[in-house]
C-alpha cells in the first residue's frame, strides 16, 4: 500500500451537539487509488477534503475535493505521493469558486459557476410564468 502506515485522518468540524463525532477512514483500492469515507456524518452537510503533506506549521492544507450535499464517499488519485494528511470540512461553497453549493452547477469543479437554466420553448403550447 503506497501510504501505509502514514497517512493520518483528521476530523476538523464542529460537533454540533453530537455525542458521536463524524471520522475519516481512508481505504486502498489500487495502485494510488484510495476511497476516503466519512462515517457519522452530520445530516444536509457539505464536505470537502483538504489535504496536506506533513504538519509542520509552513505546510498548509489544500483542497483536495469538493463534495455534493450528503456525499461522504470521495475517490482520491495520490499519483506521485506516497504520504499525506487529510481533513474533511464542513462547506457552503466546497469548490471555492465564489458560488455557493446550492447554486453551483458542479461544486466540485472550481471551473463550472452558477447554474442558469433558460427556456426558449415550453413543450405542448404551456406557458411558463
Known amino acids: 500500500m503506497a501510504l501505509g502506515g502514514a497517512v493520518t485522518a483528521l476530523a476538523g468540524m464542529a460537533m454540533l451537539g453530537r455525542t458521536d463525532p463524524p471520522v475519516l477512514r481512508l481505504m486502498h483500492l489500487s495502485n494510488n487509488v484510495f476511497q476516503i469515507a466519512i462515517t457519522n456524518p452530520a445530516v444536509g452537510v457539505r464536505y470537502q477534503i483538504q489535504r496536506r503533506e506533513s504538519l509542520t506549521p509552513t505546510n498548509q492544507w489544500v483542497w483536495l475535493v469538493g463534495g455534493t450535499n450528503t456525499q461522504t464517499s470521495f475517490l482520491i488519485n495520490e499519483g506521485i505521493f506516497l504520504s499525506g494528511f487529510y481533513q474533511a470540512l464542513t462547506c ?18 472550481p471551473n463550472i459557476l452558477e447554474l442558469a437554466v433558460t427556456i426558449d420553448d415550453p413543450a405542448n403550447g404551456s406557458s411558463v410564468p
Request: glycine fraction near 12%; charged fraction near 50%.
Open 92 to 109: 457552503a461553497d466546497c469548490d471555492s469558486d465564489l458560488v455557493d453549493g446550492d447554486r453551483d452547477g458542479n461544486d466540485a469543479d
